[in-house]
């Protein structure tokens, strides 16, 4: 496994729970990885490191969590080697590094996304915009973090002018987008260069604080299922948005192996995709894997044969998960670290709490790492049961700063009683 956030946790603990019993090792992992997974000292970023690692530990299979080291070919970079992995090649990735082939493979592709345009300095942008609130998107990885929904000129031209001349996040070009009004949905797909195989729908919470306020984060809570989006709807869903990027993306000589998240807005005219990932988001993956029943080990090998998906039948358990995210303090500005985690172990039974942004000092104290420091997720037979128990196990475990919403699926549970 590579990856040490809390995506990288909940896909370890669902390799564990693979009826084959793999060994699993992890890089570079965190304080709660190293309980479940043998974690070795290499940055995600040090492809050269885990390719070698790979090597010298005769690891059999590689799952690749965030999205930097696919963007960079990670996973090309091991297939060099005769070492197979789960994930995107390098030029299936850009549907995550490029917003801007995201959108010209979905016009290729005539997958329903809002109307956009690319610019590079800040006075096209400006003209850009058709009306406020405006979406301005940075095109490259930003962590989550690179979406501004400009209440206004003064805004919309402060953020153009953070990204274009000041530089954040690296990129030479924003895009500039319709907004949307309507319901997110996250929409997650296995794919194997073929097919796209929906797994269970999810919904993330992107803002700092309850109601939608505040700036984006990389998510602060989600939960699984949705209502309204079934079986059959989430079918439908990936048959008009997943598999034409996956035909597409084929007949361009790019095939897409691994994750193909989408992050979708549902509109009184259909879905709408907002972005594609090229891997499990997070944190709904803290809320959907969970859930799976089905072996994640032996998906993930399919998943990265040619065509290896074709006879996937996946099984989830009906009861709800809901994960509520502690972040430390500062987050999404900044980051506060260093600070002593405490409650753990006073978490109740049959909750799960996955790390994300934790350190282990020298005398075994786990100490605040990142932005998200912890994920907690609980099982219910409804939204509100398992939201409750989410925020009991939450409200034990604490840390200078903490920071935590208090709506997660709150909308669900008024929904669905």
Known sequence: MVGGGGREHAIVRALGRSPRRPELL?????????????????????????????????????????????????????????????????????????????????????????????????????????????????????????????????????????????????????????????????????????????????QDYKRIFDDDRGPNTGGMGSYSPVPGIDAAAAGEIAAAVHQPVIDELAARGTPFHGVLYAGLMLTDEGPRVLEFNVRFGDPETQ?????????????????????????????????WAVTIVLASAGYPESASTGDPISGLDAVPPGIEVTHAGTTVKADGTAVTGGGRVLNVTALGDGPQAAREAAYAGADVIDFPGRQLRRDIAARAAERVR
């Open 287 to 319: 809320a959907i894997l969970p859930r799976l029943r089905s072996d994640l080990l032996e998906l993930a090998e399919h998943a990265a044969r040619a065509g290896g998906l074709a006879d996937a039948r996946l099984d989830w358990d009906p009861r």
């Open 26 to 202: 992890c890089a570079p992992g965190n304080a709660g990885i190293a309980a479940d997974a043998r974690t070795l000292e290499i940055a995600a970023a040090d492809l050269d490191g885990l390719v070698q690692a790979v090597a010298d530990q005769s690891i059999d299979f590689t799952v690749v969590g965030p999205e930097a080291p696919l963007v960079a070919g990670l996973v090309d970079a091991l297939a060099e080697e005769g070492h197979r992995a789960f994930g995107p090649s390098a030029a299936a990735a850009r549907l995550e590094g490029s917003k801007q082939f995201a959108k010209q493979v979905m016009d290729a592709a005539g997958v329903p996304t809002p109307a956009w345009r690319a610019v590079e300095d800040v006075e096209t942008g400006m003209r850009a915009i058709g009306g406020y609130p405006a979406v301005i998107k940075a095109d490259g990885l930003a962590a989550g973090k690179g979406v501004v929904l400009a209440a206004d000129e003064a805004e919309a031209r402060a953020t153009l002018q953070s990204l274009l001349v000041e530089r954040r996040f690296g990129t030479e070009r924003v895009i500039v987008e319709e907004c949307l009004a309507g319901e997110e949905l996250s929409l997650l797909a296995l794919c194997d260069g073929r097919r796209a195989v929906p797994m269970a729908p999810a």
